[in-house]
């Protein structure tokens, strides 16, 4: 008869897991981004990762950092294809003006909201408002073009996530 280590099998699911999952990072917007309200906002993405890329779809949404405006991510797009690396946003022209958004990456795995990715903090400014010379201005072409890339970072929520869910069942055989 055959036992096995719990151990032994966490440990082995976590070295698939940490190799199967997405290396997502956000490039645009990022920290030096300047975008007017009523203007449009290039969001875009790296993905390195498994082919097909894994998560499939992502969502696309807002932190106010700050909660100056609203408090909890705000949704912008939502089943865009991991691969498409890019979309354009066309900023309202009320009610969004700050320095301390952030785009989010996110995905539905196993039936809950993932964090895949944060990009830096950027700034919404009112309409009618003239760029700094320092800044770039946001352009309304997508960034993947540019080849720019910002210091986004990685939130690996999407491993801990699946890791624990895992962990749930392992414990309930």
Do not use: C
């Not at 990072?25 to 969001?43: D, E, K, R, Y």
């Amino acid at each position: 008869m055959h036992t096995f280590s719990p151990l032994l099998v966490v440990a082995t699911f976590l070295a698939f897991v940490s190799s199967a999952f997405a290396d997502l990072t956000v490039t645009s917007p990022n920290a030096t981004t300047f975008v007017v309200a009523g203007g449009q906002l290039p969001i875009a993405w790296s993905y390195s990762g498994p082919q097909p890329p894994f998560p499939a779809t992502i969502s696309v949404e807002l932190a106010d950092n700050s909660k100056a405006l609203f408090n909890g991510p705000l949704a912008l797009f939502s089943n865009l294809a991991t691969s498409s690396g890019s979309i354009l946003w066309s900023v309202p022209k009320l009610g969004y003006a700050g320095a301390n958004f952030s785009v989010l990456l996110i995905a539905n795995i196993n039936g809950q909201a993932t964090t895949f990715a944060q990009g830096p903090a950027f700034s919404i400014m009112p309409q009618g408002t003239e760029p700094p010379a320092n800044t770039s201005t946001a352009q309304p072409t997508p960034a993947t073009a540019g080849g720019a890339v910002s210091r986004g970072e990685r939130v690996g929520k999407g491993v801990l996530a699946l890791t624990t869910t895992f962990l749930v069942i392992l414990m309930q055989i």
